[in-house]
């Protein structure tokens, strides 16, 4: 039987992503405890990576797009982590995202609150968090958003 969350994803009309796989000497999540830290997921859609650089090749619209689906990867990797179940998650603790910009683009926060909104979506009071948004001159691989997250599971 689906869960309250699996419920709710189901209402938004939101399907999940398989978990990515690592793409170097990393684990995709690690537990400690009741927290679980994800290690970052970069902006890719079904077609592929989401590149380019906030203020430069991308607008603030298509940048928070990209942090969503990054979200959709936090997800995803936090669904394996609760063995399937994500009625485990307590709350989305932080989140730390990484934007590539342009030096003189000052809109961040923004960005992020493309993943931010979502996991409000989904968790409601639980999915509102502590964060950090920055700007970074080059992000792996060219991809517009980076976001990792903490969270807490019972």
Avoid: W
């Avoid at 009071?125 to 599971?153: C, K, M």
């Amino acid at each position: 039987m689906a869960g309250k969350i699996d419920a709710r994803l189901t209402e938004l009309g939101i399907a999940l992503p398989d978990a990515p796989a690592p793409a170097a000497n990393y684990v995709p999540f690690v537990r400690a405890g009741d927290l679980v830290f994800i290690s970052g997921q970069i902006s890719s859609g079904p077609d592929g990576l989401i590149t380019g650089r906030l203020g430069d090749s991308l607008d603030v619209a298509a940048g928070a797009a990209a942090a969503r689906r990054c979200g959709l990867a936090i997800l995803a990797q936090l669904r394996a982590a609760c063995g399937g179940d994500l009625d485990r998650v307590v709350r989305i603790v932080k989140l730390t995202g990484f934007v590539n910009s342009t030096p003189d683009f000052t809109d961040q926060p923004k960005v992020v609150n493309g993943c931010s909104d979502l996991m409000v979506e989904i968790f409601g009071e639980a999915g509102r968090h502590a964060r950090a948004a920055v700007s970074a001159p080059a992000l792996p691989l060219g991809v517009a958003v980076e976001i990792e997250a903490v969270a807490e599971i019972r």
